[in-house]
């Protein structure tokens, strides 16, 4: 099978859940022995990145994927020709949009890998109300054609899957299961002892879309320390001036950003638990990561997280302040659940679990 993967989000977004899951797709399409892998995007003009990914002549920024203008170039003008000249079979876009405009090539099939509608669905982060219409607009358009001309929809969770038909109702019978991989982390964990994290502290990770609902967190949070001494200090990965401006210097609260994975390794092994209070959530990666190094979990019901999350992990209302605060305090003074069952659940999103399913998606497609 000779593979086209749209290589945007993994180049320009490396970090990113998303593109760590198209490097997770590159890594994962090499180790298939019949799969021979075409890569495609953008760079600059002298970039060594088009050492080994198909490029266009002109030069664009690594980070341009969601840059209107250059995406209808690409997409457009350049991506259907790229491919047919490359011998291209199945292409696979994995942004949530971005598969070629005009006329599909005969014998070629798409997928797209559909992460989640919440750009459609919900009140996402943008710089301006005008940036915020102008995104809703063109995502809009682009998630629909690239629903209307892919053979194949993987989506990590059967969550999202359950939103795309509801949306898309004739994307039912395209629509298959994909979840994330996790594969854990590689190496052993930094000395973290620079960041002066307290003994005892709970973690949360992800502070920018509303969705994430972390200042509701942090509410809950605030109140359940009022209320007993036993809660520990809370540790949010993400950017102080996400929260409104009356959280962001509580006593206890700390801040982290720009870590290294090993330092991140450590900061989710040391926490005594990882809270997920997100509303809607595709998938749900912090879960996946903290459970892997045995660290509990506690999450709110009502989206992928349900999916993702040990049965026995506390699940809380993401609505509900009351009943999270009471949970709070009770937690804080149990012991945390069993470690090691902690790091078994993680294993079926690792490595050998997701090219099983992975392959098993392309094999429908022969």
């Known amino acids: 099978m000779r593979i086209g993967l749209d290589y945007r989000p993994a180049a320009g977004y490396g970090n990113s859940g998303i593109g760590r899951q198209a490097l997770a797709l590159e890594a994962a399409l090499r180790a298939h022995p019949e799969v021979q892998l075409q890569l495609f995007g953008v760079a600059p003009e002298d970039h060594p990145l088009r050492r080994r990914v198909h490029c266009p002549r002109w030069g664009a920024p690594l980070q341009s994927v969601h840059r209107l203008p250059g995406r209808l170039r690409f997409e457009g003008g350049f991506l259907p020709g790229a491919l047919r000249e490359a011998g291209v079979e199945i292409h696979i876009c994995n942004f949530n949009m971005g598969l070629p405009l005009g006329a599909k090539p005969h014998g070629m099939r798409y997928v797209l ?4 509608l919440f750009q459609l669905t919900h009140i996402n982060h943008h710089g301006s109300r005008l940036k915020e219409k102008v995104y809703r607009t063109s995502d809009q358009l682009s998630i629909g054609h690239s629903i209307k001309v892919a053979d194949r929809i993987w989506t990590p969770s059967q969550y999202t899957a359950d939103e795309v038909v509801k949306r898309f109702p004739g994307a039912k019978d395209k629509v298959r ?8 982390f590689v190496g052993e964990p930094a000395d973290i002892s620079e960041l002066n994290l307290p003994a005892r502290y709970w973690l949360a990770v992800g502070t920018r879309e509303p969705r994430k609902n972390i200042p509701w967190l942090v509410g809950a949070w605030q109140a359940a320390r009022q209320r007993s001494q036993q809660v520990p200090e809370l540790v949010l990965v993400g950017t102080r001036e996400h929260l409104p401006e009356p ?31 997100s509303y809607a ?13 045995g660290t509990s979990v506690a999450v709110a019901s009502g989206s992928a997280l349900d999916e993702i999350t040990p049965a026995q992990s506390p699940r809380f209302s993401p609505t509900d302040t009351q009943a999270l605060t009471g949970l709070m305090v009770s937690l ?10 902690m790091k078994t659940w993680a294993g079926r999103y690792a490595d050998e679990a997701y090219r099983e399913r992975l392959y098993a998606l392309l094999e429908e497609l022969r």
Not at 177 to 184: E, T
Not at 256 to 261: F, N
Not at 281 to 293: D, M, Q, R
């Open 113 to 116: 890998q559909l992460h989640d």
């Open 177 to 184: 299961v994909l979840p994330n991989l996790v594969s854990g």
């Open 247 to 277: 959280l962001q210097s509580l006593a206890g609260l700390h801040f982290l950003s720009d870590l290294t994975d090993a330092q991140l390794h450590a900061v989710y092994q040391h926490a005594e638990r990882l809270w997920q209070p």
């Open 281 to 293: 959530e595709g998938f749900g990666l912090p879960v996946i990561e903290a459970l892997s190094v």
């Open 332 to 341: 804080a003074s149990q012991a945390p659940e069993d470690p090691q069952q």
